[in-house]
T-cell receptor
Framework: DVKVTQSSRYLVKRTGEKVFLECVQD?????MFWYRQDPGLGLRLIYFSYDVKMKEKGDIPEGYSVSREKKERFSLILESASTNQTSMYLC????????????FGPGTRLTVL | TQLLEQSPQFLSIQEGENLTVYCNSS?????LQWYRQEPGEGPVLLVTVVTGGEVKKLKRLTFQFGDARKDSSLHITAAQPGDTGLYLCAGTPNTGNQFYFGTGTSLTVIP
């Protein structure tokens, strides 16, 4: 079974803190994605990566950065957390072809106070 | 404006009723996927539709891809409480490489 794991299920941080969200997949997928999910807005893509050390901006990259030093790991970084970044963060991975099925982790519920 | 708009946003029905969820776009997609997300979990793929006009069935769920490949629908027959969840359509438009999710439909089936 494909497994995508995220470092935390729940996280509470203070405004201005630096936040790291880690995602690891065990299926040797080329593609990895970070989304945030908010009610009524569905899933919005923050960043994605098609290969190691490669990253592309999604729809809402402002306030976020990413790192992909190894194929299996994709990290999302909030340089200075703000209250409007309170959300559910979902990591996903997929094989390299366009439109391939995405496999998701369980999500991290981040609250910024 | 989202690339993929779903309707309705919320749906609450009694067990045994039928329902249809819609996913619409102004863009053409080579394929569309439907995912279901249960509380506390990530979305899980239900089906992929590829050909315009295609109909796929998954037990009591029927998925249809529009002839012009700009829209899709999900019909559930005799809904069960286990169908409760968030339903999301998703895909990559022909003109780009980014994968988009729809706005989602939250379904509650009351026993």
């Amino acid at each position: 079974d494909v497994k995508v794991t995220q470092s935390s299920r729940y996280l509470v941080k203070r405004t201005g803190e630096k936040v790291f969200l880690e995602c690891v997949q065990d299926m040797d997928h080329e593609n990895m994605f970070w989304y945030r999910q908010d009610p009524g807005l569905g899933l919005r893509l923050i960043y994605f990566s098609y290969d190691v050390k490669m990253k592309e901006k999604g729809d809402i990259p402002e306030g976020y950065s990413v790192s992909r030093e190894k194929k299996e790991r994709f990290s999302l970084i909030l340089e200075s957390a703000s209250t409007n970044q309170t959300s559910m963060y979902l990591c996903a991975s997929s094989f390299g072809r366009k439109g391939a099925e995405q496999f998701f982790g369980p999500g991290t519920r981040l609250t910024v106070l | 404006t989202q690339l993929l708009e779903q309707s309705p946003q919320f749906l609450s029905i009694q067990e045994g009723e039928n329902l249809t969820v819609y996913c619409n776009s102004s863009s053409v997609f080579s394929s569309l996927q439907w995912y279901r997300q249960e509380p506390g979990e990530g979305p899980v793929l239900l089906v992929t539709v590829v050909t315009g006009g295609e109909v796929k069935k998954l037990k009591r769920l029927t998925f249809q891809f529009g002839d012009a490949r700009k829209d899709s629908s999900l019909h559930i027959t005799a809904a069960q409480p286990g169908d409760t969840g968030l339903y999301l359509c998703a895909g990559t438009p022909n003109t780009g490489n980014q994968f988009y999710f729809g706005t989602g439909t939250s379904l509650t089936v009351i026993p």
